[in-house]
């Protein structure tokens, strides 16, 4: 796990987080106190959003190169997959909700050897905070989306938003390497 769980250097999270952030700094130095306040709420919402996009894109494109990797780039087996498996699919790989919150559901997808290996690993704290960061962030997504993104009133800042991101970003990589592991 060493190596494999820290994340890489930037993302373009961390350029759109930085970005905004200037911006911020930038209204809140030209005293435009309540335009800065408008640009936070705004910033903690989109970046919500993009780290659960992001998270979900990394997460599919693993599970479609372990399907190449696996049956020897058969296109028929790697189309089904893609099609049946993981289009419009993600929602269902991981139990979101508060209080329920699981990763076990995503691991027994591939099997009871897999399931059971990850079991074990999630045991280490520094993943299981992983993990656990993760999803939240996967249920925050959920409840802005569904409960109408203008008006929810979503209670993190940017800078916790982050911050869950930072750590749950070495769940998604402990997920790559886990589907398709370097040789």
Not at 29 to 54: D, I, R
Not at 123 to 131: D, I, P, R, V
Request: hydrophobic residues 40%.
């Amino acid at each position: 796990m060493g190596e494999a769980m820290h994340a890489e250097v930037t993302t373009f999270i961390d350029a759109l987080f930085s970005e905004q952030k200037e911006l911020i700094d930038f209204l809140q130095q030209q005293g435009e106190l309540s335009y800065s306040q408008s640009v936070e709420v705004f910033l903690s919402k989109t970046l919500l959003l993009s780290c659960a996009s992001y998270f979900e894109s990394r997460i599919t494109n693993a599970i479609s190169d372990y399907a190449k990797r696996v049956s020897n780039e058969d296109e028929a087996l790697t189309s089904l997959v893609r099609t049946k498996a993981i289009e419009r699919q993600y929602h269902t790989y991981f139990q979101w909700r508060e209080g329920n919150r699981s990763a076990n559901p995503f691991f027994a997808m591939f099997g009871s050897a897999l399931k059971d290996s990850a079991k074990q690993e999630l045991k280490n704290t520094e993943l299981l905070q992983a993990s656990a960061a993760f999803l939240e962030l996967g249920d925050l997504r959920n409840l802005l989306v569904h409960e109408n993104f203008a008006s929810y009133p979503l209670e993190k800042t940017a800078d916790e938003i982050y911050q869950l991101y930072s750590v749950a970003l070495k769940f998604v990589i402990y997920i790559e390497n886990k589907l398709n592991p370097m040789q």
